[in-house]
């Protein structure tokens, strides 16, 4: 049962455009929602993260925006650079920390 | 601060046999949990380490298991290979609550397994 579906499986935008992701869950026992970044040959990192009491959070050119009502939260990169292409996981975790839920991946294109 | 170290990096093993992964968390983080990714599944838990007991578990076979000592790190065991458990093992570890637990997992590179 896969509870954090994410899409689209894979996206290209060119540079200095947006990119948008989106994941929906379905636990409401989830009180916590990371995107993680991940770079060939490399382990996923923290992004950016939010938690429901809030609708958006803005961390540079990254924003988390979060709808607790539709149980979807969504990554949106401004000003895409070819810097920012990578695999993106949105993930989410309740009380039981150390165990995320994660979507399947989306795989960003950000052509020059 | 040293990141968390997982060794070894690559490795080919053949169906039947079993592998042994290892990794080391961040210098005070007691809680290691580990991560199944293939291309298909994306990352898929598999169980959850603090202070040497298996505090949380995934849906695999009982092929796969794991440990944690008494200076955190940790081993992930898989026995009988099969041709499906060709993936990224990764490992993360984070603080807990009382820690000063923030959610934040900090991964290691991975360990990337091949069956043949």
């Known amino acids: 049962q896969q509870q954090v579906k994410q899409s689209p499986q894979s996206l290209i935008v060119q540079k200095g455009g947006i990119s948008i992701i989106n994941c929906a869950y379905e636990?409401?026992?989830?009180?916590?929602f990371p995107w993680y970044q991940q770079f060939p040959g490399k382990g996923p990192a923290l992004l950016i993260a939010?938690?429901?009491?809030?609708s958006e959070k803005k961390e540079g050119r990254f924003t988390i925006s979060f709808n607790k009502s539709a149980k979807q939260f969504s990554l949106h990169i401004m000003d895409s650079q070819p810097g920012d292409s990578a695999t993106y996981f949105c993930?989410?975790?309740?009380?039981?920390?150390?165990?995320?839920?994660f979507g399947d991946g989306t795989t960003l294109t950000v052509k020059p | 601060k040293a990141g968390v170290t997982q060794t070894p990096r690559y490795l080919i093993k053949t169906r039947g046999q079993q592998v042994t992964l290892s990794c080391s968390p961040i210098?005070?983080?007691?809680?290691v949990s580990w991560y199944q990714q293939t291309p298909g599944q994306g990352l898929q838990f598999l169980f959850e380490?603090?202070?040497?007991?298996?505090?949380n578990k995934g849906n695999f076979p009982g092929r796969f298991s794991g440990r944690q000592f008494s200076n955190s790190r940790s081993e992930m065991n898989v026995s009988t290979l099969e041709l499906g458990d060709s993936a990224l093992y990764l490992c993360?570890?984070?603080?807990?609550?009382?820690?000063?637990?923030?959610?934040?997992?900090?991964f290691g590179e991975g360990s990337r397994l091949t069956v043949l």
């Open positions: 993930a989410a975790e309740g009380s039981n920390a150390g165990k995320s839920t």
């Open positions: 210098s005070g983080h007691r809680s």
């Open positions: 993360a570890s984070s603080l807990r609550a009382g820690q000063g637990y923030t959610g934040e997992l900090f």
């Open positions: 380490y603090f202070s040497e007991t298996q505090r």
């Open positions: 939010i938690r429901p009491d809030v």
């Open positions: 636990n409401t026992a989830f009180d916590y």
